[in-house]
Each structure stands twice: as C-alpha cells, then as structure tokens.
C-alpha cells in the first residue's frame, strides 16, 4: 500500500496497514476535531515540518522523562501508564485512525494531562524526536505478519530498530510483548543486534508480565485463542 501521506521532498515509505476501519461515531468525529490538535507532540508530518527540525519535548511535557508507544491500538495501555505514572510524559503512535479515536475517549474518561498522540507512521516521528531523549518504549502485540514474505514488514527489521536505538537514551528500556512464537523469535535475533541488550535470568522473565502492565484487547484474545503472551524486556546499549 503507498503512503497516504506522501508531500513533495519526503522519502519515499511504504506503509503496510489499514488507516481506517468503520465508520465513526458521532462521538469519536467530535474527539477527533477537538482534541487531537491539542494533543500533538509537535511539528512531525512533512507538511508542517519539512526539514525536519528536532520536536521540543520540554515544551510538551516540561522536566518529565518521556515514554514512546508504538501503535497504541485502542490506547487502554498508554492510558494506564499515564495514570499509573503521572511522572513521566507518553508519546504513542498510531496510524489507524479507529484507534486514535478510541484513545481519546478514554484520555478523556481518565483525565490524563501527560499524553501526546501522533496519529501516523513512528517512522516520521523517529525522524523529529531529538537523538537519546526516550526513557522507555513499548511495541504491544505488533502486526505479526505470519506469512514468511511479509516478514520484512514487522517493526523488528533495521528500518525501525536503528532510529528506535538513535532516539532513546543510554540504559532506556525497550518493552515488547507478542503471542505470535516466531515474532519472539525475530525480535530476539534482530533487537540484539541493534543495540540492545535482552534483560532475561530465567523463564519466568518472559512468561511473567511486567508489575505495572494492563492485559489489550489484542492480548485478551489471544488468551481465548489459547495462544502464550511473551514478554521480552530488552535495555538500550
């Protein structure tokens, strides 16, 4: 699939994924229309950042620490951490616009102050974030791609973990979590090689979920499914 947003200068992604499911609610329209623009983490789409320029996270999120989700799903993840550490500060990333709307129901049924969402591709939002100023990043029940041609398409490929390794501090946390058995065995072949080292003693490190997660929707179901969540804990080098 091309790139829905594709202006004159930038290069050329492919993105793999639907941008939008059913219709919206009445609601979720309103959500939209209203909140987003005032939740944006800055200047990230080419139209109103063409060259590029570093995002300030100060301006967002004052003196906190920041967290990055990539592809939040419907949000009940991001929401959680952001009430649970009210702290920190939490990026997420998501194209599918379903999902953005979902998110900001619930950002609004929290009462979240500490949030910010770009409702697009995390490639442009490696682009703007300022080298080594993520704390900790999640990617939760990512795309599985199972057939093996579409492989190239999961986030654990050089094309995300390289910006991944550039935007996060020394000693950041890189959380992923998945059922899909052969995307824990990409993940740990290829995170590793990136910068990254695997924070595992035994096998309760990755059959135990970390103390302050929340089950998704997508985790939920695979457990009806009887697949087994995995959660791998990897540290920026």
């Not at 998945?178 to 740990?188: H, S």
Request: positive net charge; glycine residues 8%; charged residues 25%.
């Amino acid at each position: 699939m091309k790139n829905p947003r594709h202006p004159i200068g930038a290069p050329w992604r492919n993105f793999h994924g639907r941008i939008k499911g059913k219709s919206l609610r009445p609601n979720q329209e309103a959500w939209l229309a209203q909140d987003l623009g005032r939740l944006s983490p800055g200047p990230v789409d080419w139209e109103v950042n063409p060259r590029r320029e570093p995002i300030s996270l100060t301006d967002r999120f004052g003196d906190r620490q920041v967290w990055l989700e990539i592809g939040f799903g419907g949000g009940e993840h991001m929401v959680h951490q952001a009430v649970t550490h009210p702290e920190v500060g939490i990026i997420g990333c998501e194209p599918y616009i379903n999902g953005v709307a979902m998110l900001l129901g619930k950002i609004r049924a929290s009462g979240a102050q500490n949030i910010a969402v770009y409702p697009g591709d995390v490639r442009n939002m490696f682009d703007v974030l300022p080298a080594a100023s993520i704390s900790r990043a999640f990617l939760l029940y990512p795309d599985p791609w199972p057939k093996k041609r579409h492989h190239k398409r999961r986030f654990v490929t050089a094309e995300h973990l390289r910006p991944l390794h550039k935007c996060l501090k020394k000693g950041a946390i890189f959380r992923v979590a998945t059922d899909i058995p052969d995307y824990v065995r990409q993940t740990l072949e290829e995170v590793p090689r990136h910068g990254f080292e695997w924070l595992a003693e035994g096998p309760e490190d990755w059959r135990r979920p970390w103390p302050d997660w929340i089950p998704t929707r997508y985790e939920q179901k695979a457990l009806r499914e009887g697949r087994v969540p995995h959660y791998l804990t990897f540290r920026r080098l």
